[in-house]
T-cell receptor, first 112, second 114 residues
Framework: KAGVTQTPRYLIKTRGQQVTLSCSPI?????VSWYQQTPGQGLQFLFE???????NKGNFPGRFSGRQFSNSRSEMNVSTLELGDSALYLC???????????FGNGTRLTVT | KQEVTQIPAALSVPEGENLVLNCSFT??????LQWFRQDPGKGLTSLLL?????REQTSGRLNASLDKSSGRSTLYIAASQPGDSATYLC?????????????FGRGTQLTVWP
């Protein structure tokens, strides 16, 4: 069974631009979560989607948004990029609430 | 707000040693606790998941225990190997309105040398 797939693996953007990251969950998983990982803050929760609905949202500004499609694939968008948005963005999926969370290898975003 | 702490932050040991990594959390109203491993530049690999009603879980040389009342979990690694070198992260899923969200510790960076 294929794992969680994130594309692209690396991105370099300039301040003020916007970016879209993509995540394909494990087949059969309907829940997708997004996390940001930085050396300073560690892993922080961005949001979670289940059946195309946002179920939870972390403490991030409105520049961070996401969506989930009917096939459970998810995208995350960051608008008006800032230097501090440079991070590893991780997507995770799970089958049920009791199931373990499975992570992808992440997208490394660098903002210059 | 749930806070998760991991001790020690870093650990360097010779091959063959048995290790204990510690994780503590402030709110005992948890749904489950999950241990992950992260290799440099990579995503997280799930190691063990303990539901709130369980006391421990085992997988190969790994054993994780959970004491919900005291807000602690330990990850025991038997007969460590150089391939175990990685950062180990503990994450808690709390009950309540943030049900789907995981709260992560900062991790323990483990180095096992031959």
């Amino acid at each position: 069974k294929a794992g969680v797939t994130q594309t692209p693996r690396y991105l370099i953007k300039t301040r003020g631009q916007q970016v879209t990251l993509s995540c394909s969950p494990i087949s059969g998983h309907r829940s997708v979560s997004w996390y940001q990982q930085t050396p300073g803050q560690g892993l922080q929760f961005l949001f979670e989607y289940f059946s195309e609905t946002q179920r939870n949202k972390g403490n991030f500004p409105g520049r961070f948004s996401g969506r989930q499609f009917s096939n459970s694939r998810s995208e995350m968008n960051v608008s008006t990029l800032e230097l501090g948005d440079s991070a590893l963005y991780l997507c995770a999926s799970r089958y049920t609430l009791k199931s373990p969370l499975h992570f992808g290898n992440g997208t490394r975003l660098t903002v210059t | 707000k749930q806070e998760v702490t991991q001790i020690p932050a870093a650990l360097s040991v010779p091959e063959g040693e048995n290790l204990v990594l510690n994780c503590s959390f402030t709110d005992s109203a948890i749904y489950n606790l999950q241990w992950f491993r992260q290799d440099p530049g990579k995503g997280l690999t799930s190691l063990l998941l303990i539901q709130s009603s369980q006391r421990e879980q085992t997988s190969g040389r790994l054993n994780a225990s959970l004491d919900k009342s005291s807000g602690r979990s330990t990850l025991y690694i038997a007969a460590s190997q150089p391939g175990d070198s990685a950062t180990y992260l503990c994450a808690v899923k709390s009950r309540g309105s943030t049900l789907g969200r995981l709260y992560f510790g900062r991790g323990t960076q483990l180095t096992v040398w031959p």
